[in-house]
Every structure is written in structure tokens, then in C-alpha cells.
């Protein structure tokens, strides 16, 4: 069948780092596209998230595009960490700057795609009653972006106002009331530390206490901005060979290589100081992740800060963690600090937990918490929960909820699922784990290669009755891409602590492996032999001689 006329050749679904990025490359390929997004304006995750504190927990050098060379040279950043406003800030920027926004539709939700396979496009039904027809549906919904509300008792029943982090109301002023917050993840800690000073009080219910650093934050000075802005090719280069691509060298020394406790010690004061989660993690050590004693020896340290840091014994016994430090890490602006203040108080959920929400507060097995406003920063249901919303539909009416439903959610590379031809995700399951910004942009790079791929083949075609090539994985490189993330976390402590990086922080969610922890480097390694051997794992791109694109 000859190539069918479509509205548009790709939709791209989400207006954050992404879908902004991708459409930037599709258009630079020459071929139409569009963006919609749910939000009435760009920003993905930081359109979404704009409740206190709410920041990067990555350097600022490194939490923007590479790509736009003169634009990483001026565009201004005040501080070490981009707040919430800022980056959202820098996306409209770079939208208005690449004039994104005449492709970009908002207050549009994709609410089904059905895969035509004889003819090779998807048909697309939107919540404005839009009905499409594209060749490419790449999806750029992000990691997290369906907001986890706990499954407690009596929920409905509270009578205050209660407010998920991910969907902070507009000038909501907290001063003077009594605040309760269930969870202490990047998200709580980031919001405890920034409303403790201005509330009346703050009870903080923590299910797992963790560990956090200091983030380093301060004002950049213009002798860094300019260092920063001579080495932003050597910058960007590291972090495309690095594992986390956070901007700094990681490690290579083993623990235990290093005799001398005070020098151990030392290490992990260096990494205090400087401040940042990933580099206390990754930064001074390289198996604090993999070996129990160089795991224990990181947690150590951090409970000894916090005993430090926090004076009332009580307190500061509450708030130590003591399971491994292999969630995803963390790091603060005074964090442990705020439970100085009076009218801060933890509950230890694991020793008093919450036996119902009620309409007056929070009730533990021991007492009512009276509350006036109820935080949830509980999460999100990562990754499959941004999926299965959509009525996604592939080859032979295969859903790929129910594709995704007996394994858990897979896929090649993080971008192409065996069944969904010509459906392209932007850090999909197993992805790599990293800094985002440039993990996003090493799979634009690839869906972009991807496409122009299936178009150039198309383009080449004599045959004008020619099915249009498309890109899908065979169910063979899949389970080979699988087993590979199985491979290289195999050891990882991080499978063995309970977080959302495996769906155990959602009930009823399936534990399995949701990323690629090999890293920046050989993710892009993988990629490079992907390509290398004509496409190797995609159906059809490869065994002809004409590639252009
Ligand atoms: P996280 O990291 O999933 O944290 C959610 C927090 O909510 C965590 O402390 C959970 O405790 C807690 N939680 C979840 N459900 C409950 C119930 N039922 N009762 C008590 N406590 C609960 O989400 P964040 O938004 O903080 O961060 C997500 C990512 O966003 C982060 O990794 C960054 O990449 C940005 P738990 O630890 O499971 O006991």
C-alpha cells in the first residue's frame, strides 16, 4: 500500500526538556510535527511541580540543553541550583527563542492512538475532539508525571484542604497553619525545608527517613560562570561519557582500596562540603552502590551528621535511616536543620503508623494530628503510570498496557516497544538512569536518527505502492536489551531497597527493573552499535545500502 497522506508526520506528546528538544529536531529534519501537551503552557515536570522548594537537585551548568551553543554561553543562571521558576523560565525561553511555540498546542490531552498497520500511521484522538492522523507518535510524557495519592482510611473525610506537591495550587499561603506532610522524598524534603520557617507547625510523617546531603547551593560568582562558559564543550563532553552525567568525574576507587579510616573519612567530608546527592554517591567512591561495607561506611557518616546537625536526641534518632543508602540520593538546603525549630516534629510512621485520616487530621495508632492543610508528597506512579492512562493500541489491537502488564514495563533502549511500530517514548523504561537533560537528549538523538532512517528508506523506495518502512524493535533485541539492565544491576543494593526506581513505592504495582544503569556512556555506546550494525534490533531499517540521513 502506498504511503498514506497524514495531518502531520510525528506527534510528539509533552512540552518539557523532551518534546521541546524533539521538535526542535524533527523540524530541523524538514518534517512537520507537532507537540500537545495536557498543561496550558510549556514545562513538562516544571510546569507541574510548583509547590515550595521545588528545584533541581542537579548543578545548574548541566540542567539545560547542549545543543543551542551560543544560548549556553548567555543565558544567565544566578545560582548553583535552578529553582522551579528559573527552569521553567529557561524552557519558554528557549521555546520563544526557537520559535517552538507555532507548533505547540496546550489543554490537549492524547487520549487514545491506534496503530493502522496496513496503512502505517497512528490514528490519534484528542480531549479537544481533535481526530489525527500521524505517521510518528513520540512520547515525551516524562518519568514522573501521574501523582501517587496513598491508598490510607479516610482520605475523602479530611475536612482541611489537602494538596498533592504535583499539583500545588496558586498562592496557597501556609503562614499560620498547622501543616502535616506525608512523605520525605526529594519532593518532601524539598518542601519541608522551604515552608518549616513560616508555618505554625509542621508535622513531617515519614514512613523511611533518609539520606540527604547538602545540595552547595550559593550564588554563582562571574570567575565560575566564565570558567563554566570557556569549557562548555569539555563540560558536555565528560557527561556524555560519564555514568550519571552530573557534571563532575565520578570515581573510580574502590572503598576499600583506600586503608586509612581517616582518609575514608575525609573522602566523605570533601563530598559534604562540596555538596550534591549524586556526587556524595558516585563522587568519591565508586562502590558505595554495590558493596555493603562502602555502603554502610556512606550511611554512617550521614547519621552521624544528622545526629550532629539535629539536637533533640528523639528527633535526630527518628530521623536516621538505616536501611541502604541506594535510593535514588538526595540533597537539601538545611534539611535536618528545620527540626530545630519548635514547631517542627517527625512522626516515625514504622513505629506509630497512620491508622486513618480523619475529618480533623491524621490519626496514628497513638494520636490524632490535627492539621488545618495535608501535604502529600508521596510520588508518582513513574513510568507506566504516565502510559497506561492513554489507550495505546499496536499491531493486532494489542494494548500495551496489557503488553507491559505480565513483565512489568520494557522496552529497547528506553524508546521502541515490539508491536507499537512508529510509537517512539523519550526515556521509556529502561532508559538510562542519569542526570535527565542529557539523558532526554541522547534519546531525541536517537528517535531523530530513527526517523530519519525510516524516512530516507522511504524516500528511496522506486516503488511508489511501497509500505512505508517503520521503526520497531523485534521482540528479540527487546528481551536482549532487558536481560542486558538485568545484567549490569545484578548486585546493585538499589534492588534491594524499596523505592519507586522498581514500582514497589505504588501498591499493586509490579516490581521490575525500570532503567538501564550502565550509564550516559554506554547508553550512547549501545546506540553507537545499534547504528553501526545497520540498525540492528529494528525490524526493516537495516539490509539496504542508502542511508542519508
Ligand atoms: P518519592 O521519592 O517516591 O517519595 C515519596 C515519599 O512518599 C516517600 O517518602 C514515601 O515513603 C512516601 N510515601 C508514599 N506512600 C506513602 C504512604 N502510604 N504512607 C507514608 N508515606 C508514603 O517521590 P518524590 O516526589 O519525593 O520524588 C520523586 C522523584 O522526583 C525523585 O526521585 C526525583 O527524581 C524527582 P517511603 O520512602 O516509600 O517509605
Known amino acids: 500500500m502506498a504511503r498514506v497522506e497524514t495531518d502531520f508526520d510525528a506527534l510528539i506528546v509533552g512540552a518539557g526538556y523532551g518534546g521541546i528538544y524533539q521538535l526542535y529536531r524533527l523540524r530541523e529534519m524538514g518534517l512537520s510535527a507537532k507537540v500537545i501537551d495536557m498543561a496550558s503552557d510549556v514545562g513538562g515536570t516544571w510546569y507541574w511541580n510548583r509547590y515550595p522548594g521545588a528545584m533541581s537537585d542537579t548543578e545548574s551548568f548541566v540542567y539545560r540543553f547542549s545543543w543551542d551553543k551560543e544560548d549556553l554561553q548567555t543565558y544567565p543562571w544566578t545560582h548553583h541550583y535552578v529553582k522551579q521558576p528559573d527552569v521553567l523560565a529557561y524552557l519558554e525561553h528557549v521555546v520563544e527563542r526557537h520559535n517552538l511555540r507555532k507548533d ?66 496558586q498562592g496557597l499561603d501556609l503562614s499560620g497553619k498547622r501543616v502535616g506532610i506525608i512523605g520525605c522524598g526529594s519532593t518532601g524534603v524539598q518542601v519541608i525545608t522551604d515552608i518549616a520557617p513560616r508555618v505554625k507547625f509542621l508535622t513531617c510523617f515519614q514512613r523511611h527517613p533518609q539520606y540527604s546531603v547538602p545540595s552547595g547551593d550559593r550564588p554563582v560568582d562571574p570567575a565560575y560562570r566564565q570558567w563554566v562558559n570557556e569549557n562548555y ?186 508491536h507499537f511500530p512508529n510509537l517512539l517514548m523519550i526515556t521509556g523504561p529502561q532508559g538510562p538512569f542519569t542526570n535527565l537533560p542529557p539523558a532526554l537528549e541522547a534519546h531525541v538523538d536517537l528517535i531523530s536518527r530513527l526517523i530519519g532512517r525510516a524516512e530516507s528508506l522511504c524516500k528511496a523506495s522506486l516503488d511508489s505502492a511501497a509500505t512505508p518502512p517503520v521503526v520497531e524493535v523485534t521482540p528479540e533485541a527487546e528481551k536482549e536489551w532487558c536481560l542486558e539492565c538485568e545484567r549490569i544491576a ?32 554506554a547508553f550512547y555506546d549501545n546506540v553507537q552499535r545499534v547504528i553501526d550494525n545497520d540498525y540492528a534490533g529494528f525490524k526493516g531499517l537495516g539490509q539496504r545500502a542508502d542511508e542519508d540521513d
Open 104 to 169: 505547540m498546542q496546550f489543554n490537549t490531552e492524547l487520549l487514545s492512538a491506534i496503530w493502522n498497520d496496513d496503512a502505517k500511521y497512528w490514528q490519534v484522538e484528542l480531549s479537544t475532539g481533535e481526530s489525527l492522523k500521524v505517521r510518528y507518535l513520540v512520547t515525551a510524557l516524562g518519568l514522573l508525571s501521574k501523582a501517587n495519592y496513598p491508598d490510607i482510611p479516610g482520605i475523602d473525610t479530611f475536612q482541611g484542604l489537602k494538596v498533592h506537591t504535583a499539583k500545588w495550587p
Open 233 to 418: 564543550d569539555a563540560i558536555f563532553d565528560q557527561v556524555r561519557n560519564s555514568a550519571v552525567g552530573f557534571g563532575f568525574v565520578e570515581s573510580t576507587i574502590p572503598y576499600k582500596s583506600v586503608a586509612s579510616a581517616e582518609e575514608r573519612e575525609a573522602i566523605f567530608q570533601s563530598l559534604w562540603d562540596a555538596g550534591n546527592g549524586f556526587r556524595f554517591m558516585f563522587g568519591g567512591f565508586n562502590d558505595i552502590t554495590t558493596d555493603r561495607e562502602a555502603n554502610e561506611a556512606a550511611c554512617a557518616f550521614i547519621r552521624k551528621k544528622i545526629r550532629e546537625i539535629v539536637k533533640d536526641p528523639e528527633k535526630a534518632r527518628k530521623l536516621q535511616p538505616h536501611d541502604y543508602y541506594a535510593r535514588r540520593p538526595l540533597c537539601d538546603g538545611g534539611y535536618f536543620e528545620q527540626f530545630n525549630r519548635d514547631n517542627v516534629d517527625v512522626v516515625h510512621l514504622q513505629e506509630t503508623p497512620i491508622t486513618r485520616i480523619t475529618e480533623k487530621g491524621v490519626q496514628t495508632c497513638d494520636k490524632l494530628y490535627e492539621l488545618d492543610v495535608l501535604i502529600f508528597a508521596t510520588g508518582f506512579d513513574a513510568i507506566e503510570g504516565n502510559y497506561n492512562r492513554i489507550r495505546i493500541r499496536g499491531r493486532g489491537g494489542l494494548t500495551l498496557k496489557d503488553y507491559w502488564d505480565p513483565t512489568g514495563p520494557t522496552s529497547y533502549l528506553g524508546v521502541s516497544v515490539p
Open 490 to 521: 545484578e548486585g546493585s543494593l538499589f534492588k534491594e531497597t524499596a523505592s519507586w526506581i522498581f514500582g514497589q513505592n505504588v501498591p499493586g504495582k509490579k516490581y521490575a527493573l525500570r532503567f538501564f544503569f550502565g550509564g550516559l556512556k
